[in-house]
């Protein structure tokens, strides 16, 4: 009978302890690619009045029904919790659908004879 605790690896508990394992790195820079290729960010100057927005890392193994390691994951996340309703931000928003503007695009698009992609 096997241990279950031989083949589980454990993720870093800090930022020091994971720039030294290779595996950790790889994963942070193909992150940071990423971010980058995506365009997802914009350096600007902070406005006068408003709090900086930290980061920070997020490291899972992902492990494979046979508890082997199938993937190491790094994740560069904002930490938006730190920001004030009204001082750092005025409105949200989140683009999200109704279904009745679907059904209602889904019937014109029947109707009309276009193609939906």
């Given at each position: 009978?096997?241990?279950?605790?031989?083949?589980?690896?454990?993720?870093?508990?800090?930022?020091?302890?994971?720039?030294?394992?290779?595996?950790?790195?790889?994963d942070m820079?193909?992150?940071?690619?990423?971010?980058?290729?995506?365009?997802?960010?914009?350096?600007?100057?902070?406005?006068?009045?408003?709090?900086?927005?930290?980061?920070?890392?997020?490291?899972?193994?992902?492990q494979a029904?046979?508890?082997?390691?199938?993937?190491?994951?790094?994740?560069?996340?904002?930490?938006?919790?730190s920001q004030?309703?009204?001082?750092?931000?005025?409105?949200?928003?989140?683009?999200?659908?109704?279904?009745?503007?679907?059904?209602?695009?889904?019937?014109?698009?029947?109707?009309?004879?276009?193609?939906?992609?």
């Amino acid at each position: 009978m096997a241990l279950a605790g031989e083949c589980v690896e454990t993720k870093p508990s800090s930022f020091e302890e994971t720039v030294q394992q290779p595996i950790w790195v790889d994963d942070m820079v193909e992150e940071y690619d990423s971010i980058v290729r995506n365009n997802v960010w914009d350096v600007v100057p902070r406005p006068k009045n408003k709090s900086d927005v930290s980061s920070h890392w997020l490291y899972k193994v992902k492990q494979a029904a046979d508890g082997s390691v199938e993937k190491h994951k790094a994740r560069f996340v904002a930490r938006g919790f730190s920001q004030v309703n009204g001082i750092d931000y005025d409105e949200t928003f989140s683009l999200v659908a109704r279904y009745s503007s679907i059904r209602s695009m889904l019937a014109l698009s029947a109707q009309m004879g276009w193609k939906i992609h």
